[in-house]
């Protein structure tokens, strides 16, 4: 009952902050969430004896993202996947450096090394995720595609969490989430393929309704007269499946390792921040790449 409390809660919230919020407060809702899911990885990485460098990395998540929002100040689409990229590949290259000389005030310079990449793995598998929704909704038709990103990870969730739980009996990766099973995984991949193309066959219809009812702004419609080719949102969205299915078994191997059953405790019924963004950590960076090299190809989506 909480899990579904929480749900109900929480889905409004962030499909509001995705289809109205102006750039900023998107954007900083977007850090909030990377700082507290960088909370709960650099809490875990205790368990595996490492000393974190909290402060420092909550630092330069910040510094990212507010990187991040000048670089989507630029004036046009290519100009944004342009910035935005090399603001996110130059702050991961620099990280590592700043990581490792802020380790060298450590007392055991034997874990020095442990604690910086064990930051820089919270930047990259975290925050730089998060940075690129952040920066996908920026882009022509931002908005809506990461509705169809959502949409479709919480489907395949769905879908693998109830028949899962009703016909699940071989297991999928048993040591490291003993609850997922092979028929879960099979319904997962295919409602997701099937509510990623519903929300791309019908996109206009659900933009126009979503507008009408002051949900979503006409900058993050989706205004194209024709959708992408359904064996491109097939495959796009079997892609974004596949990874969020992993993202989801990544996280549930650093909890097992860890010894922990969830990332945290914020959320009632849901565990922590990461164990609900987990799956969206490994799917996004797909679409990112599918948006851009779109955009680079034809100028738009």
């Known amino acids: ?173 048993p040591r490291v989430s003993p609850g997922k099973s092979w028929e879960g995984t099979v319904a997962s991949f295919i409602g997701s393929l099937l509510v990623g193309w519903l929300i791309f066959h019908y996109a206009q219809q659900i933009s126009a309704a979503l507008m009408s009812i002051h949900v979503l702004t006409a900058r993050y419609a989706y205004l194209a007269r024709e959708a992408p080719p359904t064996a491109s949102i097939l495959v796009l969205s079997a892609l974004i499946n596949v990874t969020a299915q992993l993202g989801d078994l990544a996280e549930s191997l650093i909890k097992r390792g860890a010894g922990v059953k969830d990332s945290g405790a914020l959320l009632p019924g849901h565990g922590g921040v990461l164990d609900r963004v987990d799956a969206l950590l490994f799917a996004a960076p797909v679409l990112w790449f599918y948006v851009g090299l779109r955009v680079l190809a034809q100028g738009h989506l």
């Open 1 to 173: 009952m909480k899990r579904v409390a929480t749900a109900v809660a929480l889905i409004p919230i962030a499909l509001l902050l995705t289809l109205r919020a102006p750039t900023l407060l998107f954007v900083a809702a977007a850090a909030a969430v990377a700082l507290l899911g960088t909370r709960e990885l650099l809490a875990m990485a205790v368990h595996y004896g490492v000393e974190p460098l909290r402060r420092i990395t909550y630092v330069y998540v910040v510094v990212l993202f507010a990187a991040l929002a000048i670089a989507l100040s630029w004036p046009t689409q290519v100009a944004d996947l342009g910035a935005s990229t090399m603001v996110l590949l130059a702050l991961v290259v620099v990280g590592f450096f700043v990581f490792l000389v802020a380790a060298m005030r450590l007392p055991d310079l034997r874990k020095a090394y442990l604690a910086a990449g064990t930051s820089l793995v919270a930047v990259v598998y975290v925050a730089v995720p998060i940075a690129l929704m952040a920066a996908i909704r920026e882009l022509w038709a931002g908005g809506f595609l990461l509705l169809y990103l959502f949409a479709t990870v919480w489907a395949g969730d769905t879908f693998a969490y109830y028949f899962g739980r009703a016909f699940g009996r071989r297991k999928l990766a």
